[in-house]
């Protein structure tokens, strides 16, 4: 388990893009299992949609995202630094089953299916209760810079 304050020594996310509040389970090269607290106070509810708040679903593949990197960084024994970024490489079949509103919790799940050359391939998911919320492939890679 990870709470918020390990989680932001494993992450170079903060207010507001951060979107993992705490780590539920994780097996470093193998999964995580993670959490993301859905709350009205969340910036882009004022826009989307006012009438009908839902989590946009480019946020709820970030949030998958961000939680891949956590296993990313464990399985690797490292740490973000000022030097690297961990980019998107690849979004591949993503499918958005349920709307995500305020007040749910999305269990967020990354399992490592490859990695190679800093190149990370992942099977993710993420559920609200026993629900799929969405489900996408997303490849994810770390990069140096001067």
């Not at 959490?35 to 969340?42: A, D, F, G, R, S």
């Not at 490292?78 to 970024?85: A, E, N, R, T």
């Not at 190149?119 to 140096?144: M, N, P, Y």
């Amino acid at each position: 388990m990870m709470d918020i304050h390990q989680i932001l020594k494993k992450l170079p996310h903060r207010y507001p893009i951060l979107l993992v509040d705490r780590v539920l389970e994780l097996e470093k090269g193998k999964r995580i299992k993670a959490l993301k607290n859905v709350t009205i106070n969340e910036h882009f509810f004022l826009g989307h949609f006012p009438n009908r708040p839902v989590m946009p679903g480019v946020l709820m593949i970030e949030a998958l995202a961000q939680a891949a990197a956590i296993l990313s960084f464990e399985t690797l024994g490292s740490v973000p630094d000022d030097k690297s970024v961990y980019y998107f490489g690849g979004i591949d079949a993503a499918r958005f089953k349920r709307p995500v509103e305020p007040g749910d919790q999305l269990i967020l799940e990354a399992t490592l299916d490859r990695m190679k050359s800093g190149v990370f391939k992942f099977s993710t998911r993420a559920l609200v209760g026993d629900e799929l919320a969405v489900e996408a492939q997303l490849i994810c890679t770390v990069r140096s810079f001067a």
